[in-house]
Every structure is written in C-alpha cells, then in structure tokens.
C-alpha cells in the first residue's frame, strides 16, 4: 500500500467546509414538522387538547386515521432528519476523529437513473487488515477525477472500518 498522501494532524482535528446551506434549508425544515407530529400524537393521546368541535362522542372513530396518518407522518420526518441531520454529522466526525489510511481506487460505477456515483476504494486498517468499502460521491467532477487505481487518503473509524471517506473526494477540509 502506499504512504499516507496528506498528512494529518491528530484527533481530534479541526474541520472546515461541509454540505452548504442546502443541508440549513432542510434541517430548519425538519424542526417544524417534527413538532407537527409531535402535536398529531399528543391530540391523540391527550384528547383534552382537541378543538371542541370534534365532540367527545366522535373522537375514536377519528383518532384511528389520526394515528395512522401521525405514524406514517412522523416516519417521514425521521428518514428526513436522520439524512440531513445524522448522517452529515457522522460523516464530519470521520474527518475529527477518524484514523487516517493510504487507500487506492477499485472500481468505479454509476447508477443509473440517479445523479450519484460509487467508487469503491480498498485500504489497510491500523490493524494491518486490507479493507474494501463503496462510496457515494455525488458530484459527477469528483467521479471523474479518480480513475481506477488513483492513490486516496481514507479517513475510517477504528471501531467500525466499514464506516469510511475518502479525503479527496469529500466536502470537507482539514486544518493542517
């Protein structure tokens, strides 16, 4: 394998860049809806904050649809939040805190029908264990710019190898 080609402070590092202010509009989006489910729930549950005029008679004929229409809402939300929340935020701490390897290109493929493209880059943990993981890059300039066999740096976590990023083909920079 080869030398690391950048070289790389210690964790924890300190980081710059990211998705953008795309990734603002939609976390700013979730905070509303998730407190529109959380409102759909407590109706249901606590029916004394119900408006009057759904009679006290009618309220379980019409909390049936509300759950279901609050599960399926709130399941919405959360696959929402959980990809503009969790994971930038999963993926950023690779670059604090990951541990750093030479890594090289495998392989590469685009999808079709979808703007993304994986590379699938290969490494040697820290353990001296050759590892192989698929990775989504998403601007197209990126996929281009990384023939098979292109030396990478990889940033993965001891703990769980699989969960990896290549340097060069990511939104964030490193303060060296």
Same mark, same amino acid.
């Given at each position: 394998?080869?030398?690391?080609?950048?070289?790389?402070?210690?964790?924890?590092?300190?980081?710059?860049? %990211?998705? %953008? &202010?795309?990734?603002?509009?939609?976390?700013?989006?979730? +905070?509303?809806?998730?407190?529109?489910?959380?409102?759909?729930?407590?109706?249901?549950?606590?029916?004394?904050?119900?408006?009057?005029? +759904?009679?006290?008679?009618?309220?379980?004929?019409? !909390?049936?649809?509300?759950?279901?229409?609050?599960?399926?809402?709130?399941?919405?939300?959360?696959?929402?939040? $959980? !990809?503009?929340?969790?994971?930038?935020?999963?993926?950023?701490?690779?670059?604090?805190?990951?541990? +750093?390897?030479?890594? $090289? +290109?495998? !392989?590469? $493929?685009?999808?079709?029908?979808?703007?993304?493209?994986?590379?699938?880059?290969?490494?040697?943990?820290?353990?001296?264990?050759?590892?192989?993981?698929?990775?989504?890059?998403?601007?197209?300039?990126?996929?281009?710019?990384?023939?098979?066999?292109?030396?990478? &740096?990889?940033?993965?976590?001891?703990?769980?190898?699989?969960?990896?990023?290549?340097?060069?083909?990511?939104?964030?920079?490193?303060?060296?």
């Amino acid at each position: 394998m080869h030398a690391a080609p950048n070289p790389f402070p210690p964790p924890p590092r300190r980081v710059h860049g %990211g998705p %953008g &202010t795309s990734a603002w509009v939609g976390r700013l989006l979730t +905070v509303p809806h998730a407190l529109a489910g959380v409102a759909l729930l407590v109706g249901i549950f606590f029916p004394a904050f119900l408006p009057d005029a +759904v009679g006290k008679e009618g309220l379980w004929l019409l !909390s049936i649809p509300i759950a279901v229409f609050a599960l399926f809402w709130n399941l919405g939300v959360w696959l929402v939040a $959980r !990809s503009v929340w969790l994971e930038p935020m999963k993926h950023r701490a690779l670059y604090v805190r990951g541990e +750093v390897a030479a890594g $090289r +290109v495998l !392989s590469r $493929r685009r999808l079709a029908r979808r703007p993304w493209f994986h590379v699938t880059v290969e490494f040697t943990d820290a353990a001296g264990q050759r590892r192989e993981a698929e990775l989504e890059v998403q601007p197209e300039a990126w996929f281009d710019q990384v023939p098979e066999g292109t030396p990478l &740096t990889v940033l993965y976590d001891s703990a769980d190898p699989k969960r990896c990023v290549a340097y060069e083909l990511g939104r964030y920079t490193v303060e060296v």
